[in-house]
């Protein structure tokens, strides 16, 4: 009696090619284009998916996404910033959008756009400004405007440096919302403590809360603060000194990106998603808050 001859096995996913490999999970045979290298032998492309599927996505020392380390949220919102720059410039339609301001006219004039969006407790000139047009949205906006391009790209800058840094520590979602919440906080403060008919403007409400957040971090994390600490004292220095700085507005960025990241650098492991989220909409209703007594007492 002939025995029938004894054939090779053959990958599941590619019948045509004879291989002695199995994976090491589903242990069906893989010829070396399916290989995939795991901790022992190998595996096949479908039991490699199945096992990404089970797995937790990888999160930061502060429960953020890794997501972070691309800095995409740091490339938006400079990417924003610029933008609305150039709009800005568009809507002045001459030079005096760029330079011909402030610092010995490194810094630009008002366009009909940092009109629209600036800050302004008040105006006696008119109608314009939180107080007497209810206004509410320059709080925002006042974030993204800028008075001229060196006004612009300092701030950028100094977004670049840190931005990238702590979107990585944080994660975007946790980054962004620190850096919303910053500018925010700066912009109540230049809201509360500017006269009338003063516009103010810039990223460097948030900037400033951002240092304060690297400081916050670098604590929490053991590490030392001294990358970060002699960078804090020269820009409060240079508010202090140079005139045509919103001295509410850098400081006020300053305190709220300091209770932002207090939030949430030290939120217990355990709730800490809970704990985060109230805390920095603790911070935003405070300001809220600061923002509306401020209203009442101003005239209409």
Not at 30 to 50: F, K, L, R
Not at 234 to 263: D, E, K, M, Q, R
Request: glycine content about 12%; charged content about 10%.
């Amino acid at each position: 009696m002939n025995e029938s001859p004894v054939t090779a096995p053959v990958c599941y996913r590619h019948p045509s090619k004879e291989t002695y490999v199995r994976c090491t999970r589903c242990e069906r045979p893989i010829c070396p284009d399916c290989m995939n290298a795991a901790s022992v032998g190998h595996q096949c492309p479908e039991c490699v998916a199945a096992g990404r599927r089970t797995q937790r996505p990888a999160r930061t020392a502060f429960g953020g996404s890794a997501a972070g380390r691309s800095g995409t949220a740091t490339k938006t919102l400079i990417g924003v910033n610029v933008l609305v720059m150039i709009i800005s410039i568009l809507s002045a339609g001459n030079a005096n959008a760029v330079a011909g301001g402030g610092l010995g006219g490194l810094l630009g004039n008002g366009t009909p756009l940092t009109n629209w969006g600036a800050v302004v407790s008040y105006s006696t000139f008119g109608d314009l400004g939180i107080a007497g047009n209810g206004e509410w949205y320059r709080l925002f906006t006042a974030m993204f405007l800028h008075f001229g391009v060196i006004h612009l790209l300092l701030n950028m800058y100094a977004l670049w440096i840190l931005g990238r840094d702590l979107e990585g520590a944080l994660g975007p979602l946790r980054f962004t919302g620190l850096y919303l919440l910053a500018g925010f906080g700066g912009n109540v403060a230049a809201y509360l403590f500017t006269g009338p008919n003063t516009p103010t403007a810039g990223a460097s409400t948030a900037v400033f809360g951002l240092m304060a957040a690297m400081l916050v971090l670098l604590k929490r994390l053991n590490l030392s603060i001294a990358p970060i600490l002699p960078v804090i004292v020269i820009n409060v220095i240079f508010t202090l000194t140079i005139s045509n700085i919103s001295v509410p507005g850098h400081f006020g960025g300053l305190i709220a990106g300091f209770l932002a990241a207090v939030a949430i650098a030290y939120a217990p492991r355990q709730r800490r998603n809970l704990v985060q989220g109230v805390g920095l909409a603790a911070i935003f209703l405070v300001l809220v808050v600061l923002a509306v007594i401020r209203t009442m007492s101003l005239p209409a």
